[in-house]
T-cell receptor, first 112, second 116 residues
Framework: EAQVTQNPRYLITVTGKKLTVTCSQN?????MSWYRQDPGLGLRQIYY???????DKGDVPEGYKVSRKEKRNFPLILESPSPNQTSLYFC???????????FGSGTRLTVV | KQEVTQIPAALSVPEGENLVLNCSFT??????LQWFRQDPGKGLTSLLL?????REQTSGRLNASLDKSSGRSTLYIAASQPGDSATYLC???????????????FGKGTHLIIQP
């Protein structure tokens, strides 16, 4: 089944403790993106990648890092999480031909 | 920068009615437009994708139209059912990035409730 898989689904952590949210897709897609969703603000892009080793900032990149060492994986790294990063996070992928994005099921992160 | 607006923000209708959700965008140089459904606390499910060269797409009871020149898209839901209750999101992929390589610009969604 074609899908984008995120892990974990839920995570509660403390301020300053580094964490990684994994994202993997099995569709051989070139494009991958991370979004966060907050009430009243909608979905905002954090980082995106056009292909292996090619990444760029989205609208709200501060406090996040990404890497794209393999085509299928696009992890989101929070080096020193803060409470304002409490949010619902989504990973998505798309082919270079532009036939729409497929989203993961989301990761609900709480930073206390 | 592209801005996407969805009206209304919330809508409640009785079961069986036909309804229209609206999406407008400020920059008509789009590559495609995608409608998603999101259930509470869940991920996004793609409903329909319209390429910039297309006028509409249909899937079952859903029909999405696109008018690039006026910067508008509509999602038509026929014979609504309680199971259609969800938030519906419109998202635009920009032409400049050749298909939305830098992702999509989302509207804030229409929260739809279908009353049994």
């Amino acid at each position: 089944e074609a899908q984008v898989t995120q892990n974990p689904r839920y995570l509660i952590t403390v301020t300053g403790k580094k964490l990684t949210v994994t994202c993997s897709q099995n569709m051989n897609h070139e494009y991958m993106s991370w979004y966060r969703q907050d009430p009243g603000l909608g979905l905002r892009q954090i980082y995106y990648s056009m292909n292996v080793e090619v990444t760029d900032k989205g609208d709200v990149p501060e406090g996040y890092k990404v890497s794209r060492k393999e085509k299928r994986n696009f992890p989101l790294i929070l080096e020193s999480p803060s409470p304002n990063q409490t949010s619902l996070y989504f990973c998505a992928s798309s082919s270079a031909s532009g036939y729409g994005y497929t989203f993961g099921s989301g990761t609900r992160l709480t930073v206390v | 920068k592209q801005e996407v607006t969805q009206i209304p923000a919330a809508l409640s209708v009785p079961e069986g009615e036909n309804l229209v959700l609206n999406c407008s965008f400020t920059d008509s140089a789009i590559y495609n437009l995608q409608w998603f459904r999101q259930d509470p606390g869940k991920g996004l499910t793609s409903l329909l994708l319209i390429q910039s060269s297309q006028r509409e797409q249909t899937s079952g009871r859903l029909n999405a139209s696109l008018d690039k020149s006026s910067g508008r898209s509509t999602l038509y839901i026929a014979a609504s059912q309680p199971g259609d209750s969800a938030t519906y999101l419109c998202a635009v992929g920009d032409m400049y990035s050749g298909g939305g390589a830098d992702g999509l610009t989302f509207g804030k969604g229409t929260h739809l409730i279908i009353q049994p």
